[in-house]
C-alpha cells in the first residue's frame, strides 16, 4: 500500500498529469452539474461539481483545483447551464478542499473543506455577489441550506470514488515507471 501512495505522488508531479487531470474533471464538473441535479426540498441538490472539488483538491491540490473549479464555473455559464452562483461555492470549496488535504493528507479533511467552503463560506460569498451583482437581496441563509446539502452529497461520492482512483493512478505510475 505505501508503494501506491509513493508512485502516486510521482505521478502527480507531472505536468501532464495536473493538465490531463484537471481538464478530465473539468468536463466531468460541465457535463454531471448540468444533468445529475436531484431535488430535495425546496433546495437542488447537484453534487457532481462538489465532488469534482474534493477530488481536485486530493489530486491536484488547492492552486489547480481552483482553477479547474473557475475554468468549469465559466463553461457551465458560457453554456448557459450555471448561473453566476457557480463561482464562488465552487472555487472556495475547492481552495478548501486542497488546502486541507494538502494540510492532512487525508481525504475525509478535504471533503469537510468542501462542505465548509462551498456550503458556508461559498453560500456567503453567493450572497454578497448576488446583491453586487444581479442587485437580489436574498441573504445568506437562502443559500446556505441549498449549498450545504448539494456539498455534502457529493463530497460523501467523493469519499467513496477517490480510494480506488487512487489505487488505479498508483498502478499507471508504477506500470509507466517500469516501462
Same mark, same amino acid.
Given at each position: 500500500m505505501?508503494? *501506491?501512495?509513493?508512485n502516486s505522488t510521482l505521478a502527480k508531479s507531472t505536468?501532464?498529469?495536473?493538465i490531463t487531470t484537471a481538464a478530465l474533471l473539468t468536463a466531468i464538473a460541465v457535463v454531471g452539474a448540468s444533468? *445529475?441535479?436531484?431535488p430535495f426540498d425546496v433546495a437542488k441538490c447537484a453534487p457532481v461539481q462538489h465532488m469534482v472539488n474534493v477530488c481536485a483538491g486530493v489530486l491536484l491540490g488547492p492552486v489547480w483545483g481552483t482553477v479547474m473549479a473557475f475554468v468549469a464555473s465559466l463553461i457551465r455559464v458560457l453554456l448557459g447551464t450555471g448561473t453566476i452562483m457557480a463561482f464562488p461555492g465552487s472555487m472556495v470549496g475547492a481552495l478548501l478542499a486542497g488546502l486541507l488535504f494538502h494540510l492532512t493528507k487525508k481525504t475525509w479533511a478535504a471533503a469537510i473543506g468542501e462542505v465548509v467552503g462551498t456550503g458556508i463560506l461559498g453560500a456567503m460569498a453567493g450572497s454578497f455577489l448576488s446583491r453586487l451583482v444581479l442587485g437580489t437581496e436574498a441573504g445568506i441563509l437562502l443559500y446556505i441550506p441549498s449549498f450545504l446539502i448539494?456539498?455534502?452529497?457529493g463530497a460523501t461520492i467523493a469519499l467513496i470514488l477517490l480510494p480506488p482512483v487512487r489505487r488505479v493512478i498508483g498502478r499507471l505510475s508504477h506500470d509507466s515507471s517500469n516501462a
Amino acid at each position: 500500500m505505501s508503494s *501506491v501512495k509513493t508512485n502516486s505522488t510521482l505521478a502527480k508531479s507531472t505536468p501532464l498529469f495536473r493538465i490531463t487531470t484537471a481538464a478530465l474533471l473539468t468536463a466531468i464538473a460541465v457535463v454531471g452539474a448540468s444533468t *445529475v441535479v436531484i431535488p430535495f426540498d425546496v433546495a437542488k441538490c447537484a453534487p457532481v461539481q462538489h465532488m469534482v472539488n474534493v477530488c481536485a483538491g486530493v489530486l491536484l491540490g488547492p492552486v489547480w483545483g481552483t482553477v479547474m473549479a473557475f475554468v468549469a464555473s465559466l463553461i457551465r455559464v458560457l453554456l448557459g447551464t450555471g448561473t453566476i452562483m457557480a463561482f464562488p461555492g465552487s472555487m472556495v470549496g475547492a481552495l478548501l478542499a486542497g488546502l486541507l488535504f494538502h494540510l492532512t493528507k487525508k481525504t475525509w479533511a478535504a471533503a469537510i473543506g468542501e462542505v465548509v467552503g462551498t456550503g458556508i463560506l461559498g453560500a456567503m460569498a453567493g450572497s454578497f455577489l448576488s446583491r453586487l451583482v444581479l442587485g437580489t437581496e436574498a441573504g445568506i441563509l437562502l443559500y446556505i441550506p441549498s449549498f450545504l446539502i448539494s456539498s455534502a452529497a457529493g463530497a460523501t461520492i467523493a469519499l467513496i470514488l477517490l480510494p480506488p482512483v487512487r489505487r488505479v493512478i498508483g498502478r499507471l505510475s508504477h506500470d509507466s515507471s517500469n516501462a
